[in-house]
């Protein structure tokens, strides 16, 4: 029985091994499940295309977010209850005057109101209390 037990061990172990590779074929391994974690670009603000560098990092262990809202650093608390809801806290941010304050100001004020998200790879979807998206952001290598 334990050289039955070896040979059936040794036999698997070795025909993982052997998995061969067509020329124009790629073998890609998946292993990183697709999360809300890391930084991420708004791209739809309140229905509106946003050409700006807009950017938001989330840390769901840290509860926390901070980024860039096209002209102040920002930051706060993030608050997830459930695997769709999501609450961003009240958000601090310095105060850098610059030319077009429109779009920071109703960015903050939009992330204030999110109730729930929904990722979507490589998008993250953010709805208000009606379910209506509110802001979509596309996943980003580096930060501001």
């Given amino acids: 029985m334990r ?3 070896t040979f059936f061990v040794g036999f698997i172990f070795l025909s993982g091994c052997s998995i061969k590779q067509e020329a124009d ?4 391994y998946v292993y990183k499940r697709f999360t809300m974690n890391g930084w991420w670009k708004l791209e739809i603000l309140n229905g509106n295309n946003i050409n700006k560098p807009i950017k938001l990092f989330l840390n ?3 509860k926390r977010f901070y980024g860039n809202d096209g002209c102040n ?11 769709s809801e999501l609450l961003f ?3 601090a941010s310095t105060m850098m005057a610059c030319e077009d304050m429109k779009t920071p100001l109703e960015y903050v004020k939009t992330l204030e109101r999110v ?3 929904k990722v979507l790879d490589p998008y993250i979807y953010m709805y208000d209390e009606d379910k209506k998206e509110i802001l979509k952001f596309r996943k980003s290598k580096k930060g501001p």
């Fill in 3 to 5: 050289y039955f037990l």
């Fill in 25 to 28: 074929k790629k073998i890609v």
């Fill in 60 to 62: 769901e262990k840290d």
């Fill in 73 to 83: 650093n920002i930051l706060g608390t993030l608050t997830k209850t459930s695997k």
């Fill in 89 to 91: 806290g009240a958000v």
């Fill in 115 to 117: 109730k729930s998200y």
